[in-house]
């Protein structure tokens, strides 16, 4: 699958014509089949450290919002929000 992805549009065009002709060699018993993990080995492996860096700012900009244009405490929603959600 890894390789089909890397190889980009002509290979998937070239999957797709294939699955498109008919062929009784095509068909298989499902009792003969065994599914594996289409992406077994990932290229890249994501964490969370951009999403938790992020956080911080994000919930900033929520509390400003949530203040409100004529408000001025958004250090207050922002306690807040920090102790609903942590």
Do not use: K, Q
């Given at each position: 699958m890894l390789e089909l992805i890397e190889a980009g549009p002509p290979a998937?065009?070239?999957?797709?014509?294939?699955?498109?002709?008919?062929?009784?060699?095509?068909?298989?018993?499902?009792?003969d089949v065994r599914l594996l993990a289409?992406?077994?080995?990932?290229?890249?492996?994501?964490?969370?450290?951009l999403l938790?860096?992020?956080?911080?700012?994000?919930?900033?900009?929520?509390?400003?919002?949530?203040a409100g244009p004529g408000e001025a405490d958004i250090e207050g929603e922002y306690r807040r929000l920090e102790q609903r959600f942590g």
């Open positions: 998937l065009e070239a999957v797709a014509a294939a699955a498109g002709r008919p062929g009784r060699d095509r068909v298989t018993a499902a009792g289409p992406l077994p080995w990932p290229r890249r492996i994501r964490d969370l450290g938790t860096s992020h956080l911080p700012g994000a919930f900033r900009e929520m509390a400003r919002r949530m």
